[in-house]
Nanobody, 115 residues
C-alpha cells in the first residue's frame, strides 16, 4: 500500500508560479513510475508529467517549457514546479505512482489561475 499526500495548490494570478509536492509513504526508489495528472471541471483527467523508473520525464505539450517535475529522493517527495501559469491550467492536480503493478493516486490539490 502506498499513500500519496499532495500539497501546494492555491489561487495564483496569470503569469504566477506554484510548486506542488507529493510525499510518498514508501521509498521513492521502490516506485516504478510517478507523475502528475490534472482534471479540469467537465473534462477528463489528463497527463501533465510522468516518468518511469530510470526513464525520461514526459510532459504534456501544453506545459512544456513552463512546468518541471523533479524529486527529492531523501524525502520520498515528488515536486511539480509550475511557472507562467495560465487560466487554462486551472484544475485539480493529482499525484500518481505505480508500485508493484498497482496504480495509486493522491487526494488531489486544487490549482486556480485567475486575476
Amino acid at each position: 500500500q502506498v499513500q500519496l499526500v499532495e500539497s501546494g495548490g492555491g489561487l495564483v494570478q496569470p503569469g504566477g508560479s506554484l510548486r506542488l509536492s507529493c510525499a510518498a509513504s514508501v521509498s521513492i526508489f521502490s516506485i516504478n513510475a510517478m507523475g502528475w495528472y490534472r482534471q479540469a471541471p467537465g473534462k477528463q483527467r489528463e497527463l501533465v508529467a510522468a516518468r518511469p523508473s530510470g526513464g525520461r520525464t514526459n510532459y504534456a505539450d501544453s506545459v512544456k517549457g513552463r512546468f518541471t517535475m523533479f524529486r527529492d529522493n531523501a524525502k520520498n517527495t515528488l515536486f511539480l514546479q509550475m511557472n507562467s501559469l495560465k487560466p487554462e491550467d486551472t484544475a485539480v492536480y493529482y499525484c500518481n505512482a505505480v508500485h508493484s503493478g498497482t496504480n495509486y493516486w493522491g487526494q488531489g490539490t486544487q490549482v486556480t489561475v485567475s486575476s
